[in-house]
């Protein structure tokens, strides 16, 4: 009944155009939405113009209009909202978790009608890559275990705004007794290749024999990793306003709250419906989740002690160090040769079907993408009741991995301070402009890209070689341009005096692709007649050539001072530069690693990701 009150007020109201900024806007779109906060969605209608995304709400909650102007969105996501493709999420900064708005549309189109508009006038947006991408990063140790969850949760449209997809992280620690806590010992750490359900082995042989006996659809768990009651049971002292709203006014009793990290894990353990993970919290800087600072009245357990301040393990001397040494064991060896078997249960191959069943991983069929069409139920009750069980019941994240996620390789790094674990944000990537590829991000991300290659303009242009141009690099200062060509040769552009400065041919082959290397002292020429030649700025002649190839080179690149060659004989090879100061004489390369193809290699702008 108040979801049919709420449309047909809905229907006859309109966004009011006097809230506009400028009378000059230009109008794009209008439609009906909902913006999405903790527990509650609010409908209203938005309004895109060339200059700001509004959103009024129909009862004027928080405020008449919400304004984001359009030149300050640094990210915008598609999102899932009760397991449809409805949501919308926008970000006016890199590092934030929490969005300046989530809207949630009442049909497709309008969101992605909504995502385009705003798209077509972002101008510094971070790209969002994909979860090969990141896979990739993190395997190499450039992102920690605790950013690299974060990404996926990201690309699995986890929002900290959206309480039934709130971002889900494992429990690590199992050891809550002993007085130090030894993260050298693996009897510390829970089991990650197993979920919670199935950590106690006499629980788990109950749970299957009800999975046996029970009729289709089958599942295995009565309750989720993450819901909004979860989420609130751990946040409750941070935020009372939602608890109260989810608990109809009142806390929960307080026997059930979150008063120990040590009987959580129990009851996790031993609990007949408790199969909850943990959420981000766990493994950050602000520990006020944990203290009652606000100093609420929760209440009195059964025992008669008053819910004050959560109770710690024995190794953790304050709120701070425990969230100190969670972070030290989810950046340990341990969880970084593990961590993957955790990925492959709650975002890989194993969260469905066949392998999901075998690693006892089995939900609710609402829990997931696809288990019941709600577009295609007609009775607004029932529609309106699967709604409200899907989002109060918990949900699944998007499927990101149908193949098993490789292992880590060696980390960069075993314990992160809690400075770095921390302050990078959900968007920094570590790789460098050199390295980033279309091929690397998201579609959205694609698309995003191209709009803003077409906002590009063409400032000036010089032609300066016969053939076509092969391969450009920059001087650090921007004073140098330097480029090869199928006409053989390498030439230096003035970009102050915009004449051609120097002209080198090396040989009668076309050069392939060129780089400066760091100092902008040399650079470095790929050549179609299996040679790659060095070439000095300062002396303006050639410095050395490297013979290391059987047929054309095609592309070489520099990265960790080390240099990579792709080459038509089907070899990537990588070399080491010795300096002149170890040689006395001058620096020369030596060959640490072949990778052989079947077939020649044309580009190897991201080879050095393969080793």
Known sequence: MITAILQSRLARASFDKNRFQNVSETLHMECKAEMVTPLVTNPGHVCITDANLYFQPLNGYPKPVVQVMLHSVRRIYKRRHGLLPLGLEVFCTENDLCSDIYLKFYNTQDRDDAYFYVATYLENHV????????????????????????????????SCNDLSQYPVFPWIIADYSSSELDLTKPETFRDLSKPIGALNKERLERLLERYQEMPEPKFMYGSHYSSPGYVLFYLVRVAPEYMLCLQNGKFDHPDRMFNSIAETWKNCLDGTTDFKELIPEFYENDASFLVNNLNLDLGRTQGGKMVENVELPPWASDADDFLQKSRDALESQYVSEHLHEWIDLVFGYKQKGDEAVAAHNVFHPLTYEGGVDLNRIMDPNERVALLTQILEFGQTPKQLFVTPHPQRIVPKFKSLSRASSCSISITESPVSPGEESFEDLTEESITLAWNNITKLKLQEQHKIHKGAVTGIA???NKSSIFSTSQDSTLKMFSAESKIIKRSVSFSSMALSSCLILPGDTSVICSSWDNNIYFYSVAFGRRQDTLIGHDDAVS????????????????????????????????KHFELLAELEHDVSVSIGQRVHALL
Not at 579 to 585: A, F, N, R, Y
């Open 474 to 476: 920059v001087s650090s």
């Open 555 to 586: 592309k070489i690149c520099w990265h960790n001072d080390r240099l990579y060659s792709a080459s038509w004989d089907s070899t990537v090879k990588v070399w080491h530069c010795v300096p002149e100061e170890l040689l006395g004489t001058k």
């Open 127 to 158: 790209a969002e890559q994909a979860a090969e991408s990141y896979m990739l990063q993190w395997q190499r140790g450039h992102i920690s275990n605790y950013q690299y969850l974060l990404h996926l949760n990201n690309l699995a449209d986890r």
